[in-house]
Structure formats: C-alpha cells, structure tokens
C-alpha cells in the first residue's frame, strides 16, 4: 500500500493517514522527499484504495500486491498445465479447440468431427446451451445436443468443450464434456464461479465483453479459491468504439495475462472479430503472441448454420489455417 500525500499537506493529515493505515495493520515507512511524503504501508488487511485517496492531504493511493493471490504468475512463476486424458494445455504445445457455434444435428456434428480431427485440433467445441441475444434465436439442443457432441467426439479421438449458462446446468455438462466453457456473458456470474470452483471439471473461462484483464483474473480467483485449480482463461473480444469487427480482438491481452498470471490462455479469434475472412489473421496473431491455443468455429456448411455462421470457417480454410498455424507455432518455439 502505498500513499502520496499532497505538495504542503500538513503534520496532522499525514498523521491521519498513518494512524489509518495502522489501524488497517499496517506497519508504515514514511518518506519525507523534497516536494511529498510518502507512505509506504506493508502487511496489513485488503481495503480501498480509494478510502485514502479522498483524505484531506492525500494526492494518491494504490495498492502494490494484486488482488487475485492464487491466479496470480507468483503464486506458480512455472505456469500451469491443465492436463485432460493424453491433451495438456499450457506452455508447451499449442491445443487447437474447433466446432461448430452450436451443435445443430448427428450429420453436421459428425462432419464437424472429422474436420477438425483431420486438421489436427484435440478438442470439439459445440453450444448445446446457447447465450443468445435475442430470446427467438436458436437456444441450442439440450442434452440431446451433448449426447451427439459426445458421440462424435468419442468416434474422432477429440476431448469435448462445452458451455454452462447456470449453476444447475454443472452435473449435465460434466457428464458429457471434458472442459465447461464459461461464456463471456456469465464471467462475472459469481453463483456459477463459485459453484464450478467446487467441481474437478476444467473450466474454460472466457473474458467478458466489457471486463479488464483484471477483472477476467479475479474471476478466475473465484474458481482457484474453491479448490479447482484447471482454469484455462480465453481472450475473445471486447466491445470498444470500433463497429467494423464484432469485437475489437485484444491480443496484447495474452502477454499481459502470461504476464500477470500463471494460467493458460487460450484465444477466440472467431467471436474476436464476427467474420470468417478475418478469422485466419488474428488466430494466426494470436498464436506469434504466445497464446497456448485456439478457440475457433468451424462449420460444415457455414452458410447454414443456426448461429455465428459468419464467423465460422469451412472444413477447407479451417486445413489451410491450420498448416499456416504450425510455421507460426514453430517460429515461436512451441508445437502445434
Ligand atoms: C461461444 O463460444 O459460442 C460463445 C457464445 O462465446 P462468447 O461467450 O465468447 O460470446
Ligand atoms: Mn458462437
């Protein structure tokens, strides 16, 4: 902790200060410099920063430790690799996961399959809970979707990854898919957080729209916190001023998460950007920048598709992409 008191504050407001700051258990170093003193607060219980920064005398505080401890790069300088039957993610082979947006039929999930397997990806992704915007679109197939996802995944050798809107929805889709995928939408849905934190599921957690890199890893901290320790964070966009892409894709967040964290993170370049022309770019971004694996859509006849068809590759420039992907992995050190 640390607090700047204004240029001529006075003894008794940084005397304040202090006794504010002993009281929070700190154990405080003062620094008189030419023009501010300076506090510096060490131990001491988690408060607001913004509690000092509006005391007479103070110029600024901040807090120095971050607020997530077990998402946070120190608490495992190594990082982490999630390990799910034969497939690891984290900082050795990049782990491509592709499908479909939703599972829409056996024929287009099975086809689905056979692509992505064929192209090298470990993982099957397929909605059968959908977070749609509007309530009239397709809402995805239910159980009978996962039963299909399972199947064809099973047949192609293929780990499963899969969305869980609510808390109720867990037993279901831990019964089907290897990963649960939180949707943006439900990042800071603490209820599910808390409860996916009590289950040995990996959890796929995807940054939320709106949300700060810190904010996606006190989310995270929520599921670390409760004993589950596979957390795999997901980069896919967030709303900015830009209106050309769906979302503005933020690949400088994945440097900044392996910086600031030792979890794995994965990139969504279909939902980062809403079309399939500029799908091959940012995934292709995404891995030179670090990333431990891909999110991607691919559909089998993408012009059909009952959602995010514009997003979403075909079996054709999915093969293409992915031989692109294994120049870049290897340029940077890693396998694909
Ligand atoms: C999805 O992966 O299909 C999805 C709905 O993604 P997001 O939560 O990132 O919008
Ligand atoms: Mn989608």
């Known amino acids: 902790m640390l607090v700047v008191m204004e240029e001529g504050a006075s003894e008794a407001q940084i005397q304040k200060a202090i006794d504010r700051l002993v009281g929070l258990g700190f154990d405080v170093h003062r620094s008189t410099g030419v023009v501010h003193t300076v506090l510096g607060?060490?131990?001491?219980?988690?408060?607001?920063?913004?509690?000092f920064a509006v005391m007479d005398g103070v110029k600024e505080a901040h807090r120095i430790v971050s607020p997530y401890k077990l998402a946070s790069r120190s608490f495992r300088p190594g990082g982490t690799t999630v390990r799910i039957k034969d497939v690891e993610i984290g900082p050795g082979a990049v782990v491509v996961m592709a499908g479909p947006c939703s599972v829409e039929s056996r024929d287009q999930i099975e086809r689905s399959a056979e692509a992505v397997a064929r192209g090298g990806a470990r993982v099957i992704r397929g909605g059968a809970f959908k977070p749609r915007s509007s309530p009239y679109s397709f809402q995805g197939m239910g159980e009978e979707g996962l039963q299909l996802l399972r199947g064809a995944a099973d047949r192609n050798g293929l780990l499963v990854v899969s969305e869980v809107m609510d808390q109720t929805q867990i037993p279901?889709?831990?019964?089907?898919?290897?990963?649960?995928?939180?949707?943006?939408?439900?990042m800071q849905n603490y209820n599910l957080l808390r409860e996916l934190g009590k289950q040995r599921s990996p959890v796929l957690l995807k940054r939320g729209i709106a949300a700060t890199i810190e904010e996606l890893l006190l989310s995270a901290e929520y599921i670390l916190s409760g004993g589950n320790y596979d957390v795999i964070l997901c980069e896919r966009g967030i709303r900015t001023f830009e209106t050309y892409t769906r979302n503005t894709m933020d690949i400088s967040a994945i440097p900044v998460v392996k910086k600031l964290s030792h979890l794995p993170m994965v990139a969504d370049p279909s939902h980062g950007t809403g079309r399939r022309d500029m799908v091959p770019a940012m995934a292709r971004a995404a891995v030179a920048a670090g990333a431990d694996g891909l999110l991607m859509e691919v559909h089998p006849d993408p012009d059909r598709a009952l959602s995010d068809g514009a997003q979403s590759l075909d079996p054709q420039q999915y093969a293409e992409l992915m031989l692109q992907l294994r120049l870049i992995a290897k340029a940077v050190g890693r396998t694909l």
Request: hydrophobic content about 40%; glycine content about 16%.
């Open 172 to 186: 279901l889709l831990a019964a089907y898919s290897d990963i649960l995928q939180v949707g943006a939408r439900n």
């Open 41 to 51: 607060g060490v131990g001491g219980k988690d408060f607001e920063p913004e509690l």
